[in-house]
């Protein structure tokens, strides 16, 4: 590694904090369930081998685990590693592995790869992208979800932020919950077409949820800001302006 390059995001010493204020809020809920909804349809075979890549404190791998999918949860914290654990160990399908997805070593081929809200953490994403694909067996499925930088440099024009867009969206102190390296999903999308992918679903998630005026209204009113996301996620243009971009792509060979 260069010297003058940053380290990928690890969670240690902050993994509880990370808990708290992603999964105790309307907007980590919201991602979830959506996130759980559009792979529905790409569970009803089981058990499927799943390797949840970066899946952190296994809130997606219990749920996996839940519906009788066997997960193998990979993760570089340990300390998110250990609230997995925590709330995993009672499945007899679940292992954990502390590791890099670089550093990870397959012992088989998955029928599905999930790497949700991982990439935007990474220094170099799009050669993890194609080794991901490599460990999927044919007709496998690859799920993505990211945080998407077109939408953050709307949400900050909204706001106001001109000399943070000026800075290119970078700050010269990092803040650890902050995802320092957020995707252009035209850019992810052009990655998986040169792979041996087929890109069967496509949405953006937390398209109206983040843009509501009165953040109060993301609580109180939880259910109808969930439906217009259901309704509007996979339609343009709104799906181009959600926080997240989520993917699903099949292995075709």
Avoid at 21 to 45: D, V
Avoid at 244 to 249: D, P, Q, S, V
Wanted: aromatic residues 10%; glycine residues 6%.
């Amino acid at each position: 590694m260069n010297p003058n390059d940053k380290p990928d995001q690890s969670f240690d010493s902050i993994a509880n904090k990370f808990q708290r204020n992603i999964y105790g809020t309307s907007k980590g809920q919201l991602r979830h369930q959506l996130l759980l909804e559009y792979l529905q349809p790409y569970l009803t075979q089981k058990p499927l081998s799943i390797l949840d890549a970066g899946g952190g404190s296994g809130q997606m791998t219990q749920a996996l685990l839940e519906l009788g999918h066997n997960v193998h949860l990979l993760d570089v914290s340990e300390d998110m590693l250990v609230i997995a654990q925590q709330q995993c160990h009672q499945f007899a399908d679940f292992s954990v592995e502390q590791n890099s997805i670089q550093q990870h070593q397959p012992q088989q081929q998955y029928d599905m790869v999930l790497c949700h809200a991982v990439l935007e953490w990474l220094q170099d994403p799009m050669p993890v992208i194609k080794l991901m694909t490599e460990w999927l067996k044919p007709q496998g499925h690859l799920s993505l979800s990211f945080f998407n930088r077109d939408a953050q440099l709307f949400g900050n024009a909204l706001y106001g932020n001109f000399d943070y867009i000026d800075k290119d969206l970078k700050v010269g102190n990092r803040v650890r919950l902050n995802p320092n390296n957020a995707l252009v999903p035209q850019q992810v999308l052009a990655c998986l077409a040169e792979l041996p992918l087929e890109v069967q679903h496509q949405a953006g998630i937390r398209c109206i949820h983040d843009y509501v005026r009165d953040k109060s209204l993301q609580q109180s009113h939880y259910q109808q800001i969930l439906e217009l996301e259901r309704r509007f996620g996979k339609q343009h243009p709104y799906m181009w302006l959600g926080k997240y971009f989520h993917i699903i792509a099949q292995r075709f060979n």
